[in-house]
Nanobody, 111 residues
Framework: VQLVESGGGLVQAGGSLRLSCAVSGSDVRLYVMGWYRQAPGKQRELVASITSGGITNYADSVKGRFTISRDNPKNTVYLQMNSLKPEDTAAYYC??????WGQGTQVTVSS
């Protein structure tokens, strides 16, 4: 199983980014998929998740700004991030179930 994230970058506060997590070797429809982030000196935290049934869950800090979605034919999970804030700066990781991680993609939000 391999997870490959992309879409990170440098953006000004108030801007948007869309992260992608392309999965190979497994079917994203069958498992809980999650996006996590880790800022320097902080613990990795759950940002958003989506179940096999399509139920989504968000951290309070991103509710109303971030949206997790899944493209089944492409076997890819997305994280649409709007109204970005400097405190959203972190490395973002995709996770399949509780087992597999991607390598991460850096998001930096400038003030």
């Amino acid at each position: 199983v391999q997870l490959v994230e992309s879409g990170g970058g440098l953006v000004q506060a108030g801007g948007s980014l869309r992260l992608s997590c392309a999965v190979s070797g497994s079917d994203v429809r069958l498992y809980v998929m999650g996006w996590y982030r880790q800022a320097p000196g902080k613990q990795r935290e759950l940002v958003a998740s989506i179940t096999s049934g399509g139920i989504t869950n968000y951290a309070d800090s991103v509710k109303g700004r971030f949206t997790i979605s899944r493209d089944n034919p492409k076997n890819t999970v997305y994280l649409q991030m709007n109204s970005l804030k400097p405190e959203d700066t972190a490395a973002y990781y995709c996770r399949l179930q509780l087992t597999y991680w991607g390598q991460g993609t850096q998001v930096t939000v400038s003030s």
